[in-house]
T-cell receptor, first 113, second 115 residues
């Protein structure tokens, strides 16, 4: 049973437009959510995070929104750039102090020039 | 630059032949994790070390073992690899603590193939 779901395997966006990647979760005990970006042949790199007590966190072109009542979070990238083309993983922390994460299956973002 | 390094990047082994994957870190983080990721699937946590304390996930097969001889190094041993163990293996590190909202830092992974 997947506790973190990314229902869109892929997304294609034009350069300069907004990219919106979505993630749903089932466990209300998750206390911290993260987005990772992964290029081919590289490991995931941390992008942005949000605590469960907040509803928005912004870092430059990247904003993460958290809707706890809907158990939904989204990553907005504005404006999208070709270098943003990668697989994006949503992750939720369930281990508290141990910092253990459950990952979604990822969304492949393609930003077209 | 401080980082997480995995060796080798690609490993081929024979069915049933033991194999060891290695991970080293220069971040001085107290927690190290091993994940298995199969094609188009989410990375799945196998186990983690908090300092020298080993923590196995409930559904990790007995075939998978790990060693952490010191803060910097962690090894993944697969005692008798089966075809189903072919995957990308990712090592990650982080700092433990409830007040520490620190992300995990990943290596570039080892792609394991089984012949």
């Amino acid at each position: 049973d997947q506790q973190v779901k990314q229902n869109s395997p892929s997304l294609s966006v034009q350069e300069g437009r907004i990219s919106i990647l979505n993630c749903d979760y089932t466990n209300s005990m998750f206390d911290y959510f993260l987005w990772y970006k992964k290029y081919p042949a590289e490991g995931p790199t941390f992008l942005i995070s949000i605590s469960s007590i907040k509803d928005k966190n912004e870092d430059g072109r990247f904003t993460v929104f958290l809707n706890k009542s809907a158990k939904h979070l989204s990553l907005h990238i504005v404006p999208s750039q070709p270098g943003d083309s990668a697989v994006y993983f949503c992750a939720a922390r369930y281990g508290g102090a141990t910092n253990k994460l459950i990952f979604g299956t990822g969304t492949l973002l393609a930003v077209q020039p | 630059d401080a980082m997480v390094i995995q060796n080798p990047r690609y490993q081929v082994t024979q069915f049933g032949k033991p194999v060891t994957l290695s991970c080293s870190q220069t971040l001085n983080h107290n927690v190290m994790y091993w994940y298995q990721q199969k094609s188009s699937q989410a990375p799945k946590l196998l186990f983690h070390y908090y300092d020298k304390d080993f923590n196995n996930e409930a559904d990790t097969p007995d075939n998978f073992q790990s060693r952490r001889p010191n803060t910097s190094f962690c090894f993944l041993d697969i005692r008798s690899p089966g075809l189903g163990d072919a995957a990308m293996y990712l090592c990650a590190t982080s700092i433990r603590g409830l007040t520490s909202n620190q992300p995990q830092h990943f290596g570039d992974g080892t792609r394991l193939s089984i012949l």
